[in-house]
């Protein structure tokens, strides 16, 4: 699976953070720290949060390259 955080489009709202904890993180009060290829076993979680954010910065998508992490 591939996640990609638009961080100009970003607003910080954190909303991803609470759907995926363990995917995404603020460091300070602006700065997301996203995994971007987190194992399939993550996907509902990765799609709690593209979902639950207010500006739909956070795509995700499989992995191109068909590999599994």
């Known amino acids: 699976m591939k996640v990609v955080v638009d961080l100009n489009r970003c607003q910080a709202y954190a909303q ?3 759907a995926a904890p363990r995917h995404f993180v603020l460091q300070g009060r602006e ?3 996203y995994d971007p290829s ?3 076993a993550a996907r509902a979680e990765i799609e709690r949060a593209v ?4 500006v739909r910065a956070i ?7 068909g590999e599994t992490k």
């Open 51 to 54: 979902q639950a954010c207010p």
């Open 59 to 65: 795509t995700a998508s499989p992995d191109p390259a």
């Open 16 to 18: 991803c953070i609470y």
């Open 31 to 33: 700065a997301l720290v």
């Open 38 to 40: 987190p194992d399939e």
